[in-house]
């Protein structure tokens, strides 16, 4: 399988399990009803139309190849997002939203580059010694067009 493909699929692994965890969070917070008052459920949204829908922005019914790259793109960045949170999260070893210096030196892009790895204070929009996961997107993106593998 190409790189391409393989991240193709993880993105559309995420977004389904994104998609499974909304529904089942939606369904463990609603309330039960009792049998005396227990209506007929309204039918749940499908979130298959919603996303055809918001993807569909000429409102024609039909999915141009246009509309379908640019909703996919969007897919892909949304769960590209959502896994470089996950990172962030993981990083962030003493869970107060930001990473320090020392949690900064551990990352693994930062330890790759070695000697060459920018300073965190580059990235350190705010100047408190903390990156907040702003500001750790940036480090990212800049590892990435800088070809810091």
Known sequence: ????????????????????ATAAQAQATTPAKTPAT???PAAPADEADAIFARWDTDHNGVLSP?????????????????RLHEQFVAMDTDKNG???????AHLELI???GKSAPPMAMFDTEKNQCLD????????????????P
């Open 38 to 40: 227990q209506a007929t």
């Open 98 to 104: 930001c990473l320090n210096a020392a949690e900064y």
């Open 66 to 82: 246009q509309e379908f790259r640019v909703g996919w793109h969007q897919l892909q960045a949304t769960a590209e997002l959502h």
């Open 133 to 148: 996961f702003k500001e750790y997107v940036n480090v990212v993106n800049y590892m990435l067009k800088h070809e810091h």
């Open 1 to 20: 399988m190409t790189m391409h493909g393989s991240r193709a699929g993880y993105a559309v692994c995420v977004i389904a399990a994104l998609l499974v």
């Open 111 to 113: 330890q790759h580059a």
